[in-house]
Nanobody, 123 residues
Framework: QVNMVESGGGLVQAGGSLKLSCESSQLAFIDYNVAWFRQAPGKERAVVAVIKWKDPITYYAESIKDRFAVSRDDAKNTVYLEMNNLQPQDTAVYYC????????????????WGQGAQVTVSS
């Protein structure tokens, strides 16, 4: 079992910002493409953003483009998701995920999952 731990979730008002972090003491993120997925109640888990290994190439879902930014700090073995102008429809559990496909499109493209972080946006 590989541990990947998300942090930084919470409750925020619409228009606010949060920054999620994903760390692992067992997995070297530099060897993987790292994605953020989210799952809202009653909905399927869907990809939000992906950052490629070795290169700072990114992919974003249309629904969050221009509001969210994914980045990585390989020295800290940490991947971030900065979320701005959050809206109630962004409420979900956010998961970091590591895999070898870029960009990850579905959960089938993921090798390792974090435990998830709740993000709740109030109107």
């Amino acid at each position: 079992q590989v541990n990947m731990v998300e942090s930084g979730g919470g409750l925020v008002q619409a228009g606010g910002s949060l920054k999620l972090s994903c760390e692992s003491s067992q997995l070297a993120f530099i060897d993987y493409n790292v994605a953020w997925f989210r799952q809202a109640p009653g909905k399927e888990r869907a990809v939000v953003a992906v950052i490629k290994w070795k290169d700072p190439i990114t992919y974003y879902a249309e629904s969050i483009k221009d509001r969210f930014a994914v980045s990585r700090d390989d020295a800290k073995n940490t991947v971030y998701l900065e979320m701005n102008n959050l809206q109630p429809q962004d409420t979900a559990v956010y998961y970091c995920a590591a895999g070898t496909r870029f960009p990850a499109r579905t959960t089938d493209d993921v090798l390792y999952w974090g435990q998830g972080a709740q993000v709740t946006v109030s109107s």
